[in-house]
């Protein structure tokens, strides 16, 4: 018996099956004995979730089966945490769902779920664009908030805003953003001692780091605390012991970097893992050649553009994350054999790539997609535009730059730092700052990893 996702195609209304099919060998008189199956124990209904209420669109949904959430509910409640917390369900609607009748043959979804066709059109299960302008998330609306957040665990950046839980992605963006700036305003922002005291509170024995409090550590909590320490200027042996051989064995038999070992390799994470151990000055703990040619497979040869793991579609992001990993290979295969480099360009198509960003990657009105048919957002736009910078620009060691630029000389940006990703006098004005300011030092009070530590790893 096949099963098989059916879903519209678009507003042609032809139907197409969405990922893979799976063939289940099965006893045909027992299925077709049990037949017909009453709507009710099978039917789905979707369930879209919205950033706010307000919202028209939501950002993902599924489609789920309302009597196993309520079973799993049920079960649910009778756990102590759940019994503290006094959660309550609300049977009504779920009354409402069984009791009603569906005549036979009917659809569940147009029945539990009357969509009217303007809105059918534009549902794609993939589609993340939003018609709502993008506000900021109130604390209270997202699920991180924690409201004794102790802001003295370390720079109050939090994914959503002001009174969330430290983090090390936004942390790690903000120190960006602050040292893109380029003032002694921007750079008296960042509370070094606490922000050292919140790396030491992420670090696991391992050496690795926790990308918040509680949560598991992976290689971007690495590359994200190693960076804003190295920006800064709070960097310490304590700070990256056992780091090193950490992040080497999340290196997998393909050559890229998972996100912890024996995880699949990925462009984020390989990028995260060459960047750290080039700031820990570990790349001899690197398998370079199987690194390579991972990396260079990754590059398309149908669009030029990077994929972000094997067998997996272009998408504009990993220019940065896959292409920019080529110039932290080339200074370590430089420093091993100088005579058989190239010195004139990266272990990559430079130019392919740029074809795939400008030709394919520019929405109409502004901004960069992931792939065509794709809506634009930040986050591709700023790792687009950083690929394409990378491609635009060979550090060719105490000459400078040489250029290649597709299309208009007016396609050229400005250099990226290989390992910060900022512009790099940014960069050298942020490094020249901080050291010239005395390191903070830990608290006596602080241990050199978490304590919580001891248990699960
Ligand atoms: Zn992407």
């Known amino acids: 018996m096949p099963f098989m996702q059916i879903q519209e195609l678009g507003r042609d209304r032809q139907y197409g099956i969405k990922g893979s099919v799976t063939n289940v060998p099965n006893d045909l008189h027992k299925s077709v004995d049990c037949l017909p199956r009453n709507v009710n124990d099978s039917a789905t209904i979707y369930v879209k979730l919205k950033k706010r209420l307000s919202f028209k669109s939501h950002f993902m949904y599924q489609c789920v089966n309302p009597n196993r959430v309520y079973n799993a509910a049920l079960y649910l409640m009778n756990k102590p945490l759940y019994q503290s917390q006094n959660v309550n369900i609300n049977l009504e609607w779920l009354e409402k769902f069984r009791t009603e009748s569906f005549p036979e043959g009917s659809n569940a979804f147009a029945d539990l779920n009357p969509i009217s066709s303007e809105e059918n059109d534009e549902s794609d299960i993939d589609d993340d664009d939003y018609d709502d302008p993008f506000v ?34 936004p942390t790690y963006a903000a120190v960006n953003a602050l040292c893109i700036l380029r003032c002694e305003e921007a750079f008296n922002v960042i509370n070094r001692p606490k922000l050292l005291r919140f790396l030491f509170s992420l670090k696991k024995r391992d050496g690795s780091f926790r990308m918040h409090e509680g949560s598991e550590s992976d290689i971007r909590g690495v590359y994200c605390a190693l960076s804003v320490a190295m920006l800064t200027s709070i960097w310490s042996q304590e700070l990256t012991m056992n780091t090193g051989h950490w992040v080497s064995r999340c290196q997998t038999y393909e050559g890229g970097f998972g996100g912890v070992p024996d995880m699949e390799a990925h462009g984020g994470y390989t990028f995260c893992g060459l960047a750290s151990l080039v700031l820990l000055k570990e790349g001899k703990l690197i398998n370079i050649h199987r690194l390579l040619r991972w990396l260079a497979n990754r590059q398309t040869r149908y669009e030029g553009g990077f994929q972000g793991r094997t067998n997996k579609l272009v998408d504009s992001c990993y220019s940065f994350w896959q292409g920019g990993s080529f110039p932290l290979i080339h200074r370590l295969l430089n420093k091993s054999d100088p005579d058989s480099m190239d010195m004139l360009n990266w272990l990559f198509d430079q130019r392919a790539l740029q074809e795939y960003l400008i030709l394919s990657c520019q929405a109409p009105h502004g901004g960069l997609i992931d792939k065509p048919g794709k809506p634009k957002d930040y986050y591709h736009t700023c790792y687009a535009l950083s690929g394409l910078s990378v491609a635009q620009h060979f550090h060719n060691g105490t000459k400078g730059y040489d250029t290649l630029v597709v299309g208009h000389e007016e396609n050229e940006l400005v250099p990226t730092h290989p390992i910060y990703n900022i512009c790099v006098p940014s960069a050298i004005q942020a490094i020249k700052h901080f050291h010239n300011l005395t390191y903070p030092g830990l608290p006596e009070d602080m241990q050199l990893w978490d304590s919580g530590d001891e248990t699960d790893s």
């Not at 900021?136 to 004794?148: G, H, M, R, S, V």
């Open 136 to 169: 900021n998330p109130a604390p209270a609306e997202t699920a991180i908030n924690k409201l004794n957040t102790n802001i003295d665990a370390g720079l109050a950046l939090a994914p959503g805003g002001p009174g969330q839980e430290p983090h090390l992605a």
